[in-house]
């Protein structure tokens, strides 16, 4: 309900998707990611800010690379290493039309059984300039950082990925939403 009354705000706004994101050098050469060497971050949906360009400069930087794994049917969600960035080729596309390590792969370190994260690059439909974020509304990133807060690294530093007009004076939150740290936007 709250995805589609934000999906219906930006219907009212003519968002347009295609738009070119700020420049790559504006987050490989922030300081929270020049200091991270372990990475989670999203592969990109067609409507999403894409980190293609950032994935190679993980491993050209030779950081960690991790990357989610949704489990159907609940809202669950692993970060599994990637071996390179050429690795993300031999995933298997979901229903949902995202590539992700097949549930059989249990080969991949998950970042929580290892050293945790550093640093959580994040998608999202709308944010708030008070940090708060809209998923798709099943809450896997909100889970998934509560798992980190249990961690002895404790929760990571998050950075939401998005285009100017996904920034809202306010976007609706629950008790269990948890802010991001900042969001990086084409004209910030």
Not at 75 to 87: F, G, I, Y
Request: glycine share 6%.
């Amino acid at each position: 309900m709250r995805r589609q009354a934000f999906k219906s705000l930006l219907s009212n706004f003519n968002v347009e998707f295609s738009l070119e994101w700020a420049e790559t050098s504006e987050v490989i050469d922030h300081p929270k990611y020049q200091e991270s060497k372990r990475i989670a971050i999203f592969l990109s949906m067609p409507d999403e800010v894409q980190t293609e360009e950032i994935i190679k400069d993980i491993f050209k930087q030779g950081k960690e690379c991790f990357i989610p794994r949704y489990k159907p049917q609940s809202n669950h969600m692993d970060m599994l290493k990637l071996s390179s960035a050429e690795d993300i080729s031999s995933l298997a596309l979901t229903s949902w039309n995202i590539l992700q390590p097949s549930d059989d792969d249990n080969a991949r370190e998950e970042a929580l059984a290892g050293g945790g994260l550093d640093l959580i690059f994040m998608p999202g439909l709308g944010f708030d300039k008070k940090g708060n974020r809209l998923g798709r509304g099943k809450g896997y990133y909100d889970t998934y950082l509560e798992r980190c807060m249990k961690h002895p690294r404790g929760k990571p530093y998050t950075i939401a990925l998005a285009f100017k007009e996904q920034i809202c004076e306010s976007v609706p939150v629950t008790e269990n939403d948890v802010p991001v740290d900042e969001i990086l936007y084409e004209d910030c």
